[in-house]
């Protein structure tokens, strides 16, 4: 039988959540989480039982982040004056790390190292799974994901990012 929705939100959500700041930044990666949770909240009922939830959401939530950074890119840029600090939300969902330096050497990979990193380092999916998220085979997206662990650790400067990533 399958778990209640507010249990896999319960067990998934800061995994989630951390995906949704390695793929588009601390600033929207609440809305992409926001957005990924309604639209699984939707398809919850056709999930299979024996589906695994915590790649379906990632997936859903790589969409969701594709989503984002579209708009993103659409948006205005102000050029008389700079914008003020966003102002950081501690109330967001549980598991929100507060590292900005990991948070902004990670945004500085080449986009399939910081997807990678992001989809297996962070969520967890075999890279078989984050190989069909990214495109590519599955030995790709482990040297992406390898190379982006290699560069967070010059960038960063931190023995066993991966372990915290």
């Given at each position: ?35 990924a ?33 579209r ?28 590292d ?26 075999p ?39």
């Amino acid at each position: 039988m399958k778990q209640p929705f507010e249990q896999a939100v319960a067990d998934h959500g800061a995994v989630v959540l951390r995906v949704c700041r390695a793929v588009v930044g601390p600033d929207d990666a609440e809305d992409a989480w926001s957005e990924a949770f309604l639209s699984a909240l939707r398809a919850w009922p056709e999930l299979p039982d024996d589906a695994n939830v915590r790649a379906w959401l990632v997936t859903i939530a790589h969409r969701k982040a594709i989503d984002v950074r579209r708009a993103q890119a659409r948006r205005a840029i102000p050029v008389e004056a700079l914008p003020e600090q966003p102002t950081r939300h501690e109330d967001g969902p549980e598991g929100a790390l507060p590292d900005d330096a990991l948070w902004s050497a990670l945004a500085g990979l080449p986009d399939k190292q910081r997807l990678c990193v992001a989809y297996h380092h962070v969520a967890g999916l075999p890279h078989a799974d984050v190989a069909g998220l990214v495109g590519g085979t599955a030995a790709a997206a482990r040297r992406a994901a390898a190379d982006g662990i290699a560069a967070l650790r010059r960038t960063y400067l931190l023995d066993g990012v991966s372990s915290h990533v």
